[in-house]
């Protein structure tokens, strides 16, 4: 392992994502991919995450834009894009994926997000997640064209699991994932995230809202026996984490959104035998 790769490995470990260990099931080259796609991500994720003038954030997007044409023409500056060259060649990484996943995030730069109309959700999801995901599939070394239908519906359901137990989090940040059309059916006019985030049917918008995202788990799980079991272990691990937070936030039933639900380290460990090794 290069100087580059170790540095970039422990920068994932150190981020404490929940997908740390999924990525340490694959083979060396793989896992290296992995790690140098999860820091693409959490880059132009803080980009746009920053407390910084909106210009200066689409400006450190748009470098990215040109550092992916670089990669792309072979020539990558930044020591991440130089991470990812070889697996880029190696597993046919997609150009289009990234610049998805930049477009997402200026989404999130351009301006604080509230109550986006259901469409314009599922393009922010596709965009920030389910494009990582037709990147994780092929660093995975899925060939299947099912695979791509994992990250579509995976990725989703992750993103909108996020939305779901991130609630009062985003609102502190002036921001309002949960979609226009749910709040108008039940009554909520505002589409301002203190005034939402105190009314008294917001958690009837978070059930209908789960409904979707256990659909998308149900046909990512259909789309993962599509294909070769040992590629798809990661996704495996990654969809049991994260539909077992949708269970526990199912079950809390949004009673406070203050509250912080969480996967007890011993089931993610749990999760990550069974779906690894079984």
């Not at 540095?7 to 992995?34: D, H, Q």
């Not at 790690?35 to 994720?45: M, N």
């Not at 949004?254 to 990550?272: E, S, Y």
């Amino acid at each position: 392992m290069s100087a580059q790769t170790a540095a970039i490995a422990e920068k994932v470990r150190a981020s404490g994502t929940s997908f740390y260990a999924a990525m340490r099931l694959l083979p060396e080259a793989r896992r290296a991919a992995m790690f140098a796609i999860y820091a693409f991500c959490r880059e132009v994720d803080d980009i746009a995450d920053e407390e910084a003038p909106q210009a200066d954030k689409q400006a450190g997007l748009a470098e990215w834009r040109r550092e992916i044409d670089r990669l792309y023409a072979g020539k990558p500056e930044n020591p991440i894009a130089q991470a990812l060259l070889q697996p880029m060649r190696d597993f046919a990484l997609r150009r289009e994926d990234f610049l998805a996943v930049i477009d997402g995030m200026e989404m999130d730069a351009t301006a604080a997000i509230q109550a986006p109309d259901m469409a314009t959700l599922d393009l922010y999801c596709d965009r920030v997640a389910s494009a990582v995901g037709r990147l994780s599939v092929r660093a995975f070394g899925a060939t299947e064209a099912a695979a791509d239908d994992v990250a579509y519906h995976l990725g989703r359901a992750l993103q909108l699991t996020n939305i779901l137990r991130d609630v009062a989090e985003d609102a502190s940040r002036d921001r309002l994932y949960l979609p226009r059309d749910l709040l108008v059916k039940h009554g909520i006019a505002s589409t301002e995230p203190s005034e939402v985030l105190k009314h008294a049917n917001l958690a009837a918008v978070c059930r209908d809202l789960s409904l979707v995202a256990q659909d998308h788990f149900a046909k990512a799980d259909a789309a993962m026996r599509r294909c070769a079991k040992e590629p798809m272990r990661p996704a495996r691990i990654m969809g049991a984490v994260y539909g077992a937070i949708l269970e526990k936030l199912i079950a809390w039933d949004w009673r406070d959104f203050t509250t912080p639900i969480k996967v007890p380290k011993w089931r993610k460990l749990w999760l990550a035998l069974r779906y690894g090794f079984f």
